[in-house]
C-alpha cells in the first residue's frame, strides 16, 4: 500500500522504514528537512508540506500521524481536513486522549473521510522489533489498513504461542488488535501505559532498596551489591524477568552510577488519564496512581530509583530528561 507519514521523529521515522521494508510506499514529511533527506534516502518519497503530501498520494489516501498529542495534532487533523477527501483514512498513532479521537472521528467523518486511533507501544526499537498495536475505529477501515498494521506488528513467532487460544483473532497473536471504536485502540494504550508507570516504579524502588542497604548485614559486615549484575541474573530465569528489567540492565550496564541521570521523570499524559478513568469508574489503582504521584515527586527530589525510571525512559523511549531550574 501507498501512505503518508506525517512526524518523522524517534518513533515516526522507524514506521516509515518499517513499512517500506515490507514494501509499503511512503509519502514523508516533517518540519524538520533533514529528517526528510534521511528517510529519502532510505526509498521515500518527501513532500514539502501536507498539501504536497495529499498531492503525492494516490486515492483512496492514507496519512499516518505521529505527532506530539494536543495542539500539534489537531493542527495536522484541521489541516487534513480541508485537504482530504471522502473516502480517505487519517490514522494517529502518536499518545493522545481518548475523548479527543472520538470528537475527531466526529469531525472528520462528517465529510466521508475516516479516522483511526492507534495506540502504538515499542519506542525506538519498533523497527527490528516491530510494533503492539491497539486499534480503534470502523470495523471496515481496519480491516481495510490491515497490510499496514501486519508490517508494522512483530509478526507471528515474536514470543511462544499461548495455550488454549485455538480459534480465537490471529491478529492479535501477530502483534496488533481491534479494540473497538472511535477512541477505544487509544483507551487501551493509555491504560498500558498506566501499568507501565507501576512496573518500572516497582523495578525502580527495588534497585534503590539494593543500592542503600550497605548496614543490612549489621556492623561487622557491609552490603555493596553490584546493581548491573542483579539486573543481569533477574534476566535468566526469574519470574520477574520483562523486556523492561532487560532495558533496566542494559541502562545499568552502561552506567552503572545512573551518574548521566538527574532523576528528573517527565510523564507524558497516559497515566494521569488512566487514573482519572478509575476515579470515574470507581477502581480502586493505588499501584498506578502512587507511580504517577512518585514522578510528580521525583521533580523535588531525586534518588537512585527516580534516576533508573528516568533511565528506562530513555532507553525504551529515547526521552530525554526535561530540564528545569
Not at 60 to 71: A, E, S, T, Y
Not at 213 to 232: K, N, V
Not at 256 to 278: I, M, N
Request: glycine share 14%.
Amino acid at each position: 500500500m501507498q501512505i503518508g507519514v506525517v512526524g518523522l521523529g524517534r518513533m515516526g521515522g522507524n514506521i516509515a522504514r518499517r513499512l517500506m521494508k515490507h514494501g509499503h510506499q511512503c509519502v514523508v514529511f516533517d518540519q524538520n528537512p533533514a529528517a526528510g533527506k534521511a528517510l529519502a534516502d532510505a526509498g521515500a518519497v518527501v513532500a514539502n508540506d501536507l498539501t504536497d503530501m495529499v498531492r503525492k498520494l494516490n486515492k483512496p489516501r492514507v496519512v499516518w500521524l505521529m505527532l506530539p498529542q494536543g495542539p500539534i495534532t489537531q493542527g495536522a487533523v484541521d489541516a487534513l481536513s480541508g485537504l482530504l477527501e471522502s473516502g480517505d483514512i487519517v490514522i494517529d498513532g502518536g499518545n493522545a486522549y481518548f475523548r479527543d479521537d472520538i470528537r475527531r472521528s466526529k469531525a472528520l467523518g462528517a465529510k466521508g473521510i475516516g479516522f483511526v486511533d492507534c495506540g502504538t507501544s515499542g519506542g525506538v526499537w519498533g523497527f527490528e522489533r516491530g510494533y503492539c498495536l491497539m486499534i480503534g475505529g470502523p470495523r471496515d477501515t481496519v480491516e481495510y489498513l490491515d497490510p499496514i498494521f501486519a508490517a508494522l506488528a512483530p509478526g507471528e513467532g515474536s514470543i511462544p504461542k499461548t495455550p488454549k487460544r485455538e480459534g480465537r483473532r490471529p491478529s492479535v497473536e501477530k502483534g496488533y488488535v481491534h479494540c473497538g471504536p472511535a477512541g477505544a485502540g487509544r483507551f487501551v494504550k493509555m491504560v498500558h501505559n498506566g501499568i507501565e508507570y507501576g512496573l518500572m516504579q516497582a523495578y525502580a524502588e527495588g534497585f534503590e532498596i539494593l543500592e542503600k542497604a550497605t548496614r543490612q548485614a549489621g556492623e561487622s559486615e557491609t552490603y555493596d551489591f553490584d546493581l548491573a549484575d542483579i539486573a543481569e541474573v533477574w534476566r535468566r530465569g526469574s519470574v520477574i524477568g520483562s523486556w523492561l528489567l532487560d532495558l533496566t540492565a542494559i541502562a545499568l550496564a552502561k552506567d552503572p552510577k545512573l551518574a548521566g541521570f538527574s532523576g528528573y521523570v517527565d510523564d507524558s499524559g497516559e497515566g494521569r488519564w488512566t487514573v482519572e478513568a478509575a476515579v470515574n469508574e470507581a477502581v480502586p489503582a493505588p499501584v498506578l496512581t502512587s507511580a504517577l504521584y512518585a514522578r510528580f515527586r521525583s521533580r523535588i527530589e531525586n534518588g537512585v530509583a527516580d534516576k533508573l525510571l528516568s533511565a528506562m525512559r530513555n532507553e525504551f523511549g529515547g526521552h530525554v530528561e526535561s530540564h528545569h531550574e
